[in-house]
């Protein structure tokens, strides 16, 4: 079975305060790399989030579309990504191909570097170009030797042949940093709709944010900061006091330096220095043991954690115990978390419920946001989508 492409990409994006609209644009036109860039395509929106993919025995490529089955490739493909709207994938022949809509295009005949769709947008690169789509438009954002960061609404990238950092958002390209030739930035992070770094000008800690960089702590030292959705976690270690930048306001949530944390899309788990286990949500602390928890993982609304050996879930402000023994394999995204039993059935927990899903005895289980896979045995597939079973 074809690999599923996910994290492929890193560090990329700036600062500087951004002046009207018109204004950049023509900035970066005529400054960067812009000019004569943009181009049409019939491409991913941000309606829906109904897309799967699997491989039939003869490894021929299905594309699963909101309740249709469609057979993209007869032969096998290299490569795939789902996102929320469309599919990018490497063909047998090593073209990268998109699925939008009902319709298959190629984008490119040329081996790329690297690919990812995401829940808004997607993005690849080859040979020192990068290119996003979105919206029904590709924007090429660099042609010349970028590193970026990419996440569900925006990407981040730097350009070192002309010292700029810089982030494309909803269908502009803002300048964040600019002319910092022999600096060296640091610590660029993006989360769904946050961009953070550390300023190599001023060493302020700062964040793109809904189309804006705002300052969240001046003269910030250290390397501990998250980004997740509307929330920026970080610890200065000036001060070793834990923060939180949510929704534009900063909130003060522990004094002393915590053992650890995660952020997810507005919410941020963490063990304190006491090793008790609290979340942050909806601008407040909930501590949920006053122990440390055997593990602990966010994935965008939903926090997994072990509990003494039990199997247990926070979701919108509750706890939920789903096994008395921890799984050996999980899946979680969006609001959903997939499971083998002990007995091998696969057991979902979506929206707060808990239920056996199938008592088949399946090979493999893949879950892309709300979305169930499942691989019964020679790549004889079953989709889980909305309560019915295809």
């Known amino acids: 079975m074809a690999s599923i492409e996910r994290g492929l990409f890193r560090p990329g994006a700036g600062t500087q305060l951004r002046d009207s609209a018109t204004h950049i644009i023509i900035y970066l036109m005529t400054r960067l790399l812009l000019?004569?860039?943009?181009?049409?395509?019939?491409?991913?929106?941000?309606?829906?989030?109904?897309?799967?993919?699997?491989?039939?025995?003869?490894?021929?490529?299905?594309?699963?579309?909101?309740?249709?089955?469609?057979?993209?490739?007869?032969?096998?493909?290299?490569?795939?990504?789902?996102?929320?709207?469309?599919?990018l994938y490497v063909d047998s022949r090593n073209h990268l191909k998109m699925y939008y809509n009902g319709s298959i295009s190629t984008l490119e005949v040329n081996s790329v570097a690297a690919y990812q769709a995401f829940d808004f947008l997607a993005v690849y690169s080859f040979a020192g170009v990068v290119r996003i789509i979105e919206n029904g438009a590709i924007t090429t954002?660099?042609?010349?030797?970028?590193?970026?960061?990419?996440?569900?609404?925006?990407?981040?990238?730097?350009?070192?042949?002309?010292?700029?950092?810089?982030?494309?958002?909803?269908?502009?390209?803002?300048?964040?940093?600019?002319?910092?030739?022999?600096?060296?930035?640091?610590?660029l992070v993006c989360g769904d709709n946050i961009v953070a770094y550390v300023s190599s000008i001023t060493d302020d800690l700062k964040a793109f944010y809904q189309g804006e960089v705002v300052v969240v702590e001046p003269y910030f030292s250290g390397t501990r900061y998250q980004a997740g959705k509307d929330i920026l976690v970080y610890l200065n270690d000036s001060d070793q006091k834990?923060?939180?930048?949510?929704?534009?306001?900063?909130?003060?949530?522990?004094?002393?330096?915590?053992?650890?944390?995660?952020?997810g899309d507005g919410i941020v788990a963490y063990i304190d220095h006491t090793g008790a286990f609290k979340i942050f949500s909806n601008?407040?602390?909930?501590?949920?043991?006053?122990?440390?928890?055997?593990?602990?993982?966010?994935?965008?609304?939903?926090?997994?954690?072990?509990?003494?050996?039990?199997?247990?879930?926070?979701?919108?402000?509750?706890?939920?115990?789903?096994?008395?023994?921890?799984?050996?394999?999980?899946?979680?995204?969006?609001?959903?978390?997939?499971?083998r039993?002990?007995?091998?059935?696969?057991?979902?927990?979506?929206?707060?419920?808990h239920e056996v899903l199938t008592y088949d005895l399946i090979e493999d289980i893949q879950l892309y946001r709300d979305i169930i896979v499942v691989n019964k045995g020679m790549n004889n597939y079953n989709v889980y989508y909305k309560d019915r079973r295809y």
Do not use: M
């Not at 989030?49 to 290299?78: C, M, W």
């Not at 928890?293 to 072990?306: A, E, M, N, S």
């Open 242 to 263: 834990l923060k939180v930048f949510y929704r534009r306001s900063v909130y003060e949530l522990e004094d002393f330096a915590p053992v650890s944390f995660q952020a």
């Open 35 to 87: 000019s004569g860039l943009f181009f049409l395509l019939p491409v991913c929106s941000i309606s829906g989030q109904h897309l799967a993919a699997f491989e039939d025995n003869q490894n021929r490529f299905y594309i699963f579309d909101d309740g249709v089955v469609t057979q993209a490739e007869y032969l096998p493909v290299k490569s795939y990504s789902i996102g929320g709207a469309c599919i």
């Open 283 to 339: 601008g407040r602390i909930t501590e949920i043991s006053g122990f440390a928890p055997d593990f602990y993982r966010v994935y965008d609304r939903i926090v997994v954690f072990g509990e003494q050996g039990y199997f247990k879930a926070w979701y919108k402000d509750n706890v939920y115990n789903l096994e008395n023994y921890i799984p050996s394999e999980w899946h979680a995204e969006w609001n959903s978390i997939v499971y």
């Open 141 to 187: 954002v660099s042609t010349n030797a970028v590193q970026y960061e990419a996440e569900d609404s925006l990407v981040a990238f730097y350009d070192r042949s002309r010292a700029l950092l810089a982030v494309y958002y909803q269908n502009t390209v803002s300048a964040l940093e600019d002319g910092i030739a022999g600096r060296s930035y640091s610590g």
């Open 341 to 353: 039993d002990i007995n091998r059935n696969v057991k979902v927990f979506r929206d707060g419920k």
